[in-house]
């Protein structure tokens, strides 16, 4: 969602830049419509061939899963230590308000007129609705893949539905938002009753934001529809009911898009998305209900996972991954005796900590190939990852890793990278114990100008 009153406009900034075709912005009647588990079939999905699940929540019993989810409890965020959510909502999240019955998450917002306020919060004023909002934070947090949910959203003027992600190291220090990094997969308005609105948020010395959309013809409030983000390491994919694609891809190497980020779902109302619209106006009679209704949510990798975190995934002790301690703990191996063009400095800024390694020449050619390897692993399915930086060209640069000296390595090319960005290795299957992995270097024409950083590598078991 957005998170700062400087971002309310961003979606309509992407619907008048990108999306082009919107409509115009037109307050709905008021109305005492009840949406309040409305029977309807369950949303038919596929992730499509190579997707493998690694986590859902089909809420399939008779409560909310505290495995999973936090429920949220008043209108103060102890997460970032702001109040409202730092866009002016006008609901007070509470636990009567989440509920799961008959297959489904059900979000609930009613009027109220105790006007409740959380203590650091009541400079603000008390709250005119109760709502629901739960997240995973410290629960299920992962990096990259498909995240996905079936979602029928309320209708009415004021309701802001959303399904998003925060960054797992957001604070309300270093790390505040959007420092944090946060995906919008689906945020809905009733003024543009047609649109799933996406939108990304980072930081780039001071807010950033991208956004994009996808128009489903007629109102999303008329019945379960699939909201999806396909997130890579170097682009989003936004998808309405798997075949209808956002306007635009986000393409991104910002490191806070490149850590684990976990999981949102809530029923706002109001806020500065609508304008700070007073609560007399939001369409919620009293004694009406409106709700968010969730069938599942899931979480799909390729090649059976490796987004950390969530139990899909573990890291395998390695050792020196960052290179602090020189190379020790790594080997350089060369065909023609150039193996010192791999070494440790801090030439350029290390990824993390103070140190990296580099390969490079004065402008000789060499071909270096610095690894390390480890055994007795689990027979399974791994992949190896790394932060990279590179420029200019060479005859190859990979990442790579195989599963004996004499055996051809699964590898991905090493791009040319202005910023630091972190890379991954196809899937490696392990029947034998064994892994050799790391970087391969070779320059038939030097050039001083040309580098190769690389930084905190990590061996990851699906």
């Not at 190497?253 to 106006?281: D, K, M, R, T, V």
């Not at 409106?290 to 899931?298: A, L, P, S």
Request: proline share 4%.
């Amino acid at each position: 969602m957005d998170r700062r009153d400087g971002c309310a406009v961003l979606l309509t900034w992407a619907c008048l830049g990108a999306l082009g075709g919107c409509i115009t912005a037109v307050d709905e009647p008021a109305g005492a419509e009840d949406t309040t588990s409305q029977e309807l079939a369950e949303v038919s999905y596929g992730p499509g061939a190579g997707w493998n699940l690694v986590w859902s929540d089909e809420f399939d019993g008779s409560s909310l899963n505290t495995a999973n989810w936090n429920v949220l409890t008043s209108n103060y965020d102890p997460v970032t230590n702001n109040c409202n959510f730092g866009t002016g909502e006008l609901e007070y999240p509470r636990a009567a308000n989440v509920a799961v019955r008959d297959g489904k998450l059900i979000l609930s917002a009613q009027r109220t007129s105790d006007n409740p306020a959380a203590p650091q919060c009541t400079g603000y004023g008390g709250r005119s609705f109760y709502s629901g909002r739960i997240h995973t934070k410290g629960k299920v947090e992962r990096r990259y893949g498909k995240i996905s949910a079936s979602i029928k959203v309320p209708s009415g003027y004021g309701m802001w539905p959303a399904f998003w992600t925060l960054g797992a190291n957001i604070d309300s220090g270093a790390n505040a938002w959007p420092r944090s990094g946060e995906i919008d997969i689906l945020e809905w308005r009733s003024t543009e009753p047609t649109w799933m609105q996406s939108a990304v948020h980072w930081w780039n010395g001071g807010q950033a934001d991208w956004g994009t959309g996808a128009n489903r013809g007629s109102s999303l409030a008329d019945s379960f529809h699939v909201y999806e983000v396909e997130w890579s390491s170097s682009s989003m994919i936004f998808r309405l009911d798997g075949s209808i694609v956002a306007n635009s891809t986000y393409y991104h190497n910002e490191a806070e898009l490149q850590q684990n980020h976990y999981l949102l779902l809530n029923l706002a109302i109001g806020g500065n998305w609508y304008g700070n619209p007073s609560p007399a106006s939001i369409d919620l009679p009293p004694g009406t209900t409106k709700t968010m209704e969730v069938e599942w949510v899931r979480w799909y990798q390729q090649g059976g996972g490796g987004g950390g975190g969530g139990g899909g995934s573990s890291g395998i002790s390695l050792t020196n991954p960052s290179f602090e301690s020189g190379m020790t703990g790594w080997t350089n191996w060369s065909p023609n005796g150039t193996g010192a063009a791999g070494f440790s400095e801090t030439y350029n800024g290390a990824q993390s900590g103070a140190y990296h390694l580099t390969h490079w020449t004065n402008g000789s050619p060499f071909e270096v190939w610095t690894y390390q390897t480890r055994s007795g692993l689990a027979a399974g399915d791994y992949k190896v990852r790394a932060w990279v930086k590179k420029g200019g060209s060479y005859d190859f640069s990979r990442l790579q890793a195989k599963t004996c000296g004499s055996c051809s390595p699964a590898y991905t090319t090493i791009g040319t990278h202005g910023a630091w960005t972190q890379i991954e290795t196809p899937v490696i299957h392990v029947t034998g114990g064994y892994l050799e992995f790391g970087f391969h270097t070779k320059a038939t024409t030097g050039n001083p100008a040309n580098f190769i950083h690389m930084d905190s590598v990590e061996l990851i078991r699906l």
